[in-house]
């Protein structure tokens, strides 16, 4: 048992901690665990929250605080 397998386990530990903050957060929104969250909202979410900053820049923000805001992410 090397540093490596610290390493990987502590990544597993933030990748769990992460899914279970967005699950949390989300919760008021959809009737989903966490398990459904991550089989079929991550990569609907990532897209939608990180194609309008590529393709649109600066000008993407607003749409991604308005997702963020209706999946209960952020209050501004």
């Not at 903050?21 to 989300?26: G, H």
């Not at 929250?49 to 992410?73: A, F, H, R, S």
């Amino acid at each position: 048992m090397g540093f490596s397998f610290l390493g990987k386990m502590s990544s597993g530990n933030k990748k769990k901690r992460l899914m279970y903050d967005i699950e949390r957060c989300m919760k008021n929104v959809i009737s989903a665990n966490k398990s459904e969250v991550a089989t079929d909202y991550m990569s609907l979410l990532r897209n939608r929250l990180v194609v309008p900053l590529i393709e649109e820049g600066q000008d993407g923000i607003d749409e991604v605080i308005e997702l963020m805001n209706d999946y209960g992410w952020c209050r501004i």
